[in-house]
C-alpha cells in the first residue's frame, strides 16, 4: 500500500524525532574526598566516582535521562534534584526527602528516570537536609537544536559561582538551629568560587563569541557578576530565553541561572578579569580579613599578564524584572485561585530562630507528602491530611494561580518553585511592605519567566503560573539556612490528577528506599492509614514563645545566663584556689 504525502511527512518527523532522542545513563557513586578549593583548608567534600567537582550532566532535549545513584558516604543519607527541570509526568523523580521519595541511606542505591522536554541552564543537588554546600552540587546543561539565539554565539562556556565554608553542614546547622544564636544570624562563608576553584583563566579568541552559562550554586550568598571592558548580552534565565538584552552588571541570587554572550576583542593586547563578588548586605557581620570576591580572568594571551580586577565604586546591576521573554507569552490575567504567604523570622520557645509562611515554620511529616497524595484516594483534596505544619496548598487542574508573597524581614530571599516557572507580574521596592492590589503599578503585559526570584527587604512580589503540571512541589527561600529552619510551602498540584499519572508507576527502589529507612508510604501526614483525616502523632516543632516575650528578651536571657555561668565559675574557681600564707 502506497504511503500519502502527510503520512510520509510524520513518519519522516517522527523518525527525525527519534534520532535526536538518546538515553544519557550515568553512574553515580557519592562518597567522601578530599579538596582545598580556596587553598585555605583542606577538607572532606562530597563527590561523585571519587572526584570533586562532580560532572556536569550534558544532554539534548527530548533526551532520557538516567541517573543511578548509590550511597557510599557512609554516616548520611542523600538525594538528587535536578533544580528547574518541570519533571512532566515524573513528580516522584524530583527528588526532595520526605516529600517525593525516602532518602537513600548509606549503602542504598536509586535511580532517577526522566525525559528532558525543556532546553536551557539547570543544576543539579542534594536535597537532604542542607547537605549541597558540602559538594555534592554540579551543573545541567540542556542543549536545544533550535536554540532562536545560536546565531549569536560560536562557542559555550559554563560558570557555576558558589560560596565555601571550612565547617561541615551538620555543625554549622547544629550552632545556627539554637538557643545560642537566638538572632538567627547565618554562618558567613570562608570564601567565593568560581567552577569550584579560584582563580580560573578562560582562554579566549579574539573576535568569538562566547555564550557563558552562569549558576550560582551556593548556600547563601547572591554574587554581582562582571566582565571588566565587556558587556554581557542575556539570553536566558532559568531556562527562559529572552530577547537580548545589554548588561554591565547581573546579580545572581543563589539557585539562579543566567546565560548571557559576551564578544571578545578584535585583537590579543590584553586579558580581563571578571569578578563575581558575594553580597555582603546578606551577613549579619562581616569577619575581618573576608575576601567577597573571585576572580576568573578572560585570557587571550597566556604571556601577558592577569591583571588585578579594579575596584567598583557601587553595585548597579541589571533588574531582572525589565527582561522580557523570547517568546512574548502574555501575562495570565484571569486568577482562579490567590496564594498568599507571609514570611517571617522569629523564636519558637527553645530559643532557636526559625523561619515561617503565615506563622507555620516547617516540619517534615512522617509519609513522604508524595505518598500520602497516592494513597488517599478521594481525600487526596483534602489539605488537612497533608499535615499541620507542611504549609500545604492543593490546587485544582489547570488554572491560574497567584501567589502573593509579603517579606516581614529586612533581608533578601531568593525563592524557588519546584515544577514549573512563573511570571514574576510585580516585586516592590525595599520596604514596601505588605501588597495592596490597589495601589500597585500596572502589572507588565509580557512579564518576565523564571524559576527562581528575589524579594527586597521588607518588600513584597506577585507570581503567576498554570496548575497544569501534575505534582507535590516545593515552594521555598533557596537560602539553604532558611530551608533548614522552615521557610518552606508545599504545593500539592491536581491530586487526583497524579494518582491516574502514577498509577503503577512508582519504582521498586522508592519502595526499598523507604523501607530501608523505616519510613512509611502510605496514609496521612501522621502515618494514619484508617483514619486519614486523624493527624495524632504527626512531627510536631517547638511551642511559641510566651506571649509578650520577644526575641530581644530571649538574646537578653541567653545572655544573662551565659553572663550568670561565667560569674559562678568565677566565683568557684575564686572560692578553690588555695591561700596564701601570710610571711613575717
Excluded at 279 to 287: A, E, H, I
Aim: with cysteine; hydrophobic share 40%.
Amino acid at each position: 500500500m502506497a504511503l500519502s504525502f502527510s503520512n510520509f511527512l510524520f513518519l519522516h518527523l517522527l523518525f527525525i524525532a527519534v534520532a535526536h532522542c538518546a538515553i544519557k545513563t550515568y553512574n553515580f557513586d557519592v562518597s567522601w574526598v578530599s579538596a582545598n578549593p580556596d587553598e585555605l583548608l583542606e577538607r572532606s567534600v562530597i563527590g561523585i566516582n571519587g572526584q570533586w567537582p562532580i560532572p556536569t550532566i550534558n544532554v539534548t532535549k527530548g533526551d532520557q535521562v538516567v541517573v543511578h545513584v548509590k550511597n557510599s558516604l557512609g554516616n548520611e543519607s542523600t538525594s538528587l534534584h535536578f533544580h528547574g527541570l518541570y519533571q512532566n509526568g515524573t513528580t516522584h523523580m524530583d527528588g526532595p526527602a520526605q516529600v517525593t521519595q525516602c532518602a537513600i541511606i548509606p549503602g542504598g542505591t536509586f535511580t532517577y528516570n526522566f525525559t528532558v522536554d525543556q532546553p536551557g541552564t539547570y543544576w543539579y543537588h542534594s536535597h537532604v537536609r542542607g547537605q549541597y554546600p558540602d559538594g555534592l552540587r554540579g551543573a545541567f546543561v540542556v542543549h536545544d537544536p533550535e536554540d532562536p539565539h545560536k546565531d549569536l554565539y560560536d562557542e559555550e562556556i559554563v560558570l557555576t559561582l558558589s560560596d565555601w565554608y571550612h565547617e561541615h553542614m551538620p555543625d554549622l546547622l547544629a550552632s545556627f538551629i539554637n538557643i545560642a544564636n537566638p538572632s538567627g544570624a547565618e554562618p558567613v562563608p570562608q570564601s567565593a568560587l568560581v567552577n569550584e576553584t579560584q582563580n580560573l583563566t578562560v582562554r579566549i579568541e579574539p573576535g568569538k563569541r562566547y555564550k557563558f552559562r552562569i549558576i550560582n550554586m551556593g548556600a547563601f550568598a547572591a554574587q554581582y557578576v562582571w566582565f571588566e571592558d565587556h558587556t554581557m548580552q542575556i539570553v536566558e534565565v532559568d531556562g527562559i530565553y529572552t530577547k537580548p538584552t545589554d548588561a554591565e552588571m547581573i546579580y545572581v541570587t543563589v539557585a539562579q541561572r543566567w546565560s548571557v554572550i559576551v564578544t571578545a576583542k578584535n585583537n590579543s593586547d590584553a586579558n580581563f578579569a571578571f569578578v563575581g563578588s558575594m553580597d555582603q548586605d546578606l551577613f549579619d557581620t562581616v569577619p575581618d580579613g573576608l575576601n567577597p570576591n573571585v576572580t576568573g580572568w578572560l585570557v587571550y594571551d597566556d604571556a601577558k599578564e592577569k591583571p588585578a580586577p579594579k575596584e567598583v565604586e557601587s553595585f548597579e546591576p541589571f533588574d531582572d524584572f525589565d527582561l522580557a521573554p523570547y517568546d512574548q507569552e502574555s501575562l495570565y490575567e484571569h486568577v482562579d485561585y490567590q496564594i498568599q504567604l507571609d514570611m517571617k523570622m522569629d523564636n519558637l520557645d527553645d530559643g532557636a530562630n526559625y523561619a515561617f509562611f503565615n506563622d507555620q515554620t516547617y516540619v517534615a511529616p512522617k509519609v513522604p507528602t508524595l505518598y500520602t497524595a497516592l494513597s488517599t484516594g478521594p481525600n487526596a483534596t483534602n489539605p488537612l491530611i497533608y499535615g499541620s505544619h507542611t504549609n500545604q496548598f492543593v490546587l485544582a487542574h489547570n488554572q491560574v494561580v497567584e501567589l502573593i508573597l509579603n517579606n516581614d524581614d529586612p533581608g533578601k530571599h531568593p525563592f524557588h518553585l519546584h515544577g514549573h516557572a512563573f511570571q514574576l507580574v510585580h516585586r516592590s521596592p525595599d520596604d514596601a511592605g505588605f501588597y495592596d492590589a490597589t495601589t500597585a503599578p500596572a502589572l507588565p503585559a509580557t512579564p518576565m519567566r523564571r524559576d527562581t526570584v528575589l524579594v527586597r527587604p521588607n518588600g513584597n512580589l506577585v507570581l503567576r503560573f498554570r496548575s497544569d503540571n501534575p505534582g507535590v512541589w516545593l515552594f521555598h527561600c533557596h537560602i539553604e539556612w532558611h530551608v533548614a529552619s522552615g521557610l518552606i510551602a508545599t504545593i500539592i498540584e491536581a491530586p487526583l490528577e497524579m494518582q491516574k499519572q502514577l498509577a503503577g508507576k512508582i519504582p521498586e527502589d522508592h519502595v526499598e528506599a523507604c523501607s530501608a529507612a523505616g519510613v512509611p508510604m502510605e496514609g496521612n501526614a501522621a502515618g494514619n492509614t484508617v483514619d486519614v483525616l486523624d493527624l495524632k502523632g504527626e512531627v510536631s516543632f517547638a511551642g511559641p514563645l510566651p506571649e509578650g516575650f520577644t526575641a530581644r528578651g530571649v538574646v537578653a536571657l541567653v545572655f544573662s545566663c551565659v553572663a550568670a555561668f561565667v560569674g559562678m565559675a568565677v566565683v568557684a574557681w575564686y572560692g578553690m584556689a588555695p591561700v596564701k600564707a601570710k610571711s613575717g
